[in-house]
Structures are given as structure tokens and as C-alpha cells.
């Protein structure tokens, strides 16, 4: 009976549970069944690895974003205040 690729296998954390547990019950099912449903059960894995993977990139993304919007928010404060300093300098005179 052929087995999970070995990248798989090693990625199973990226794996949801009920994903692993059908590929197990897959697995124990006669040869001839198994065989027909490995290559789709292959391609299901391969795809929830990718989203998980462009879910992580998604993430990381917005948490770049989020990092540079508060950097944007403090500079427009700062410049803010200096226009504030300059105008009442300049009124003052």
C-alpha cells in the first residue's frame, strides 16, 4: 500500500488533525481502495499546506502593515507638532 509522501508526513503540524486522521483511516482501508484515493488525498494535503503557508504570508503582511501604520502615525503627529511650533513662532513675531 503506498505511503504518505515523507514531506507529509514531517509537515503534519501544518496538517489539521481531522485531514491527518483521514489520511490514517485512508491508509487502513484494502489496497485497492487506498490507491485510487491517495493521489486525490495527496493533492488535498499539498493544498492545505499551501494555504496554511499563504494564511502565515497573509499574516505576517498585515502585521508589517499594522508596524508601518504606526510609524506613519507617529511621524504625522511629530510633523504636527513642529508645524504647530513654527506657526506660533511665526505669529509670535
Same mark, same amino acid.
Given at each position: ?19 491527518? $486522521?483521514? #489520511?490514517?483511516?485512508?491508509?487502513? !482501508?484494502?489496497?485497492? /481502495?487506498?490507491?485510487?484515493? &491517495?493521489?486525490?488525498?495527496? %493533492? ?14 497573509? $499574516?505576517? #503582511?498585515?502585521?508589517?502593515?499594522? !508596524?508601518?501604520?504606526? /510609524?506613519?502615525?507617529?511621524? &504625522?503627529?511629530?510633523?504636527? %507638532? ?12
Amino acid at each position: 500500500m503506498p505511503e504518505l509522501q515523507p514531506q507529509s508526513v514531517t509537515a503534519s503540524e501544518e496538517v489539521p488533525a481531522d485531514v491527518r $486522521q483521514l #489520511a490514517e483511516f485512508i491508509h487502513s !482501508l484494502p489496497e485497492n /481502495y487506498s490507491e485510487q484515493i &491517495l493521489p486525490v488525498l495527496d %493533492r488535498v494535503l499539498e493544498s492545505t499546506k499551501r494555504r496554511r503557508r499563504i494564511l502565515t504570508l497573509v $499574516q505576517d #503582511a498585515l502585521g508589517q502593515l499594522r !508596524l508601518d501604520m504606526k /510609524y506613519l502615525m507617529f511621524d &504625522l503627529e511629530a510633523t504636527r %507638532r513642529e508645524r504647530d511650533e513654527y506657526k506660533a513662532k511665526f505669529e509670535n513675531e
